[in-house]
C-alpha cells in the first residue's frame, strides 16, 4: 500500500474497498469515513452517468473514481490541493491515479476524438500529439502555432512530462501517466456523447460536462420525436454497407442500425438472412443485387486512401450490376459517404465530431431520407449528386481557442 500516512486503518481500507468492489459506497453512503478525517475540500460538482454502460463514476470528498470496463482500470483522481495529492500514487495493472485538474495532457491521435476536449474549453491545456494528424481546425492551428508539440509514440521518457495521455488505442503498452477514452466502445449514439463526463471528471469540469450532454440529449431525442410524429406511409429502406476484398457486407453495428432507425429509415438488414456477398460468386451477385434493387437509400462506407476521388462511379464498379434500372437510390440519387470532411486525405471527422456531437449526424440521416433541400450536410455528402469532400485546415478554426466549442443544437 502506498503511503496513505495520515488517513486512519479505516480510511485505507474504505477506500481500498471501494477502489476494488464499490462496496464501501453501497454499505456506508457517501464516505463518511474520509470526510471525518480529512480536512474539508469540496467537491461540489458531481456528474451521474445516465446512459453509457462502459464506465462508472464515484465521488469521495477530496477525490473521485472512474471506473473504465474497457480495460478493467479504475482511476483514482485526488484534488490537487489536498494532502493526499503529494502524498498517493497508485500505479498498478488495476488503479492508476492522477492529480485533478489536470495541469496539462497529450493525445495520442490515432482515432481520438479530440472534439470531446473542444466541448469542454481544455484545447489550452492540450500540450501534446503524437501525430498532425487530427480532424480538427482548432487543434491543428494550435499545432501550426507551435503552441502542441509533436512526441514521439516510442518514447515513453518523451510522453512523460504531461500530467496525463490519453489513448483510444489500447493495445499499445501503457506507461502510468495514460488513460484510455474509448467513447466509441459504447453501442449506441447517446451513450458515446456521454463520455464527455468522463473528460470532465479530469478537469473538474462536471458541470459544463452535464450541461453539454444535456443539451445534445435534448436536441436528439427532439429531432427523433419530430420524425416520428410525422407519421409518413413511407420509411426508406436504408442499406448502410462497404465494400472490402470482393465482398459487400452489410453494417451489423448496432450505434449505426440505431442512427437509420431514429432517422426515420428502416435497415435492410432487418428482412436479410446474410450479411456478406462475395461478388465473384454467381450466386452471391445474383442475391446481392435483387436486395439492392429494394433499396431506397445506401450509406456506402467502403475504405478508400483518397475519399476525394471515391465517386458514385467507384461505386456502381464495385457493386458489379449491369442492369441498374431498378435501383431507386440511383433515380432518386442517394448514395452517401460518411466522409464529408476529412483531413489530410485519411483523418475523418466522422471518428471525432461526429462521436461527440450525434444530433449532427441524425440531422444529417433526416435530411438524407427526407430530403428538404435547405439543409447542409455535416459528416455526409451525397456521391450520387457529386458532392465533394471538404477537407480540414488550420484556417476554419472559427472561434477563440480559450473558449469551449458550443455544440450545434439543430433547429427542432
Ligand atoms: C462548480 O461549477 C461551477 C460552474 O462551473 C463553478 O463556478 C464552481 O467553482 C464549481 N465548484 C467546485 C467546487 O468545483
Ligand atoms: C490546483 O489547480 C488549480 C486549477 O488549475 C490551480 O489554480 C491551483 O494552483 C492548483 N493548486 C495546486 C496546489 O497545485
Ligand atoms: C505538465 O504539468 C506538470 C505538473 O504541473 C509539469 O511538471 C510539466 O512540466 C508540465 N508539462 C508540460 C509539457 O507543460
Ligand atoms: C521514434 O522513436 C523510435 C524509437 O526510438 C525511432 O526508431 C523512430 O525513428 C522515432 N521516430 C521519429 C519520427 O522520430
Ligand atoms: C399515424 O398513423 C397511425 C397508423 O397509421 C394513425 O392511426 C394515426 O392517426 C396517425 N397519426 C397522425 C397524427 O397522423
Ligand atoms: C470470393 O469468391 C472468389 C471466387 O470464388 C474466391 O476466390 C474468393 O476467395 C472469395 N473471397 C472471399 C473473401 O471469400
Ligand atoms: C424518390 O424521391 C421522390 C421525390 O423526392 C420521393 O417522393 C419518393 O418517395 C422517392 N422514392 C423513393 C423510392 O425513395
Ligand atoms: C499527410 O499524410 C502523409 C501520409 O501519412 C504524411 O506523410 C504527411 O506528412 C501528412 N501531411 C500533413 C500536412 O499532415
Ligand atoms: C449551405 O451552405 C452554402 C455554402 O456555404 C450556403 O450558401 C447556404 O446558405 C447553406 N444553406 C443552409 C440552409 O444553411
Ligand atoms: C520532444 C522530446 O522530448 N524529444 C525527446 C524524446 O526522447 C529522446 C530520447 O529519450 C530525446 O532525445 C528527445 O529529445
Given amino acids: 500500500m502506498p503511503p496513505l500516512l495520515s488517513f486512519s486503518f479505516s480510511i485505507i481500507s474504505c477506500m481500498s474497498i471501494l477502489l476494488f468492489s464499490l462496496l464501501c459506497i453501497l454499505s456506508t453512503g457517501p464516505l463518511g469515513g474520509v470526510e471525518a478525517a480529512t480536512p474539508t475540500v469540496k467537491v461540489g460538482n458531481t456528474s451521474k452517468v445516465d446512459d453509457a454502460v462502459y464506465f462508472h463514476l464515484y465521488y469521495g470528498q477530496s477525490f473521485k473514481v472512474i471506473k473504465n470496463s474497457f480495460d478493467g482500470k479504475s482511476y483514482l483522481l485526488i484534488q490537487n490541493n489536498t494532502k493526499m495529492a503529494t502524498r498517493t500514487k497508485y500505479c498498478t495493472t488495476r488503479i492508476k491515479s492522477f492529480v485533478v485538474p489536470l495541469a496539462n495532457y497529450s493525445i495520442d491521435t490515432d482515432y481520438f476524438p479530440v472534439s470531446f476536449f473542444e466541448l469542454l474549453g481544455l484545447l489550452g491545456f492540450l500540450k501534446g500529439l503524437t501525430s498532425g494528424s487530427v480532424a480538427s481546425p482548432c487543434v491543428l492551428k494550435l499545432y501550426n502555432e507551435g503552441q502542441i508539440e509533436i512526441v514521439n509514440n516510442s518514447e515513453p521518457a518523451n510522453l512523460s512530462q504531461f500530467t496525463a495521455h490519453f489513448i483510444a488505442n489500447t493495445d499499445r503498452q501503457q506507461a502510468c501517466n495514460f488513460a484510455t477514452f474509448l467513447p466509441s466502445g459504447e453501442e449506441m449514439p447517446l451513450q458515446r456523447a456521454e463520455w464527455i463526463k468522463y473528460l470532465g471528471v479530469f478537469a473538474n469540469m462536471e458541470v459544463r460536462a452535464n450541461h453539454v450532454y444535456d443539451s445534445i440529449k435534448a436536441n436528439y431525442m427532439c429531432l427523433t420525436k419530430v420524425v416520428a410524429s410525422k407519421n409518413t406511409s413511407f420509411k426508406p429502406t436504408v442499406a448502410w454497407m462497404g465494400y472490402s476484398d470482393d465482398v459487400w457486407s452489410f453494417t451489423k453495428d448496432t450505434f449505426k442500425l440505431q442512427y437509420v432507425a431514429d432517422a426515420g429509415g428502416e435497415n435492410v438488414d432487418n428482412s436479410i438472412s446474410k450479411v456478406t456477398y462475395n461478388v465473384s460468386e454467381p450466386d452471391d451477385l445474383e442475391a446481392f443485387h435483387a436486395i439492392l434493387c429494394t433499396v431506397d437509400v445506401v450509406i456506402d462506407e467502403t475504405d478508400t486512401s483518397d475519399p476525394a476521388s471515391f465517386t458514385a462511379s467507384t461505386f456502381l464498379q464495385y457493386i458489379n450490376m449491369e442492369d441498374q434500372s431498378c435501383l431507386a437510390f440511383l433515380t432518386n440519387q442517394s448514395i452517401w459517404r460518411h466522409d464529408k470532411r476529412v483531413q489530410n486525405s485519411t483523418n475523418l471527422d466522422w471518428y471525432d465530431g461526429a462521436v461527440s ?45 480559450s473558449t469551449a466549442m458550443e455544440p450545434s443544437m439543430l433547429p427542432c
Fill in 357 to 401: 456531437q450525434p444530433q449532427l449526424v441524425l440531422g444529417d440521416l433526416i435530411e438524407a431520407f427526407f430530403p428538404s433541400g435547405n439543409y447542409n450536410t455535416t459528416y455526409f455528402r451525397n456521391i450520387a449528386k457529386g458532392e465533394k469532400v471538404i477537407n480540414i485546415s488550420p484556417e476554419m478554426c472559427d472561434r477563440d481557442i
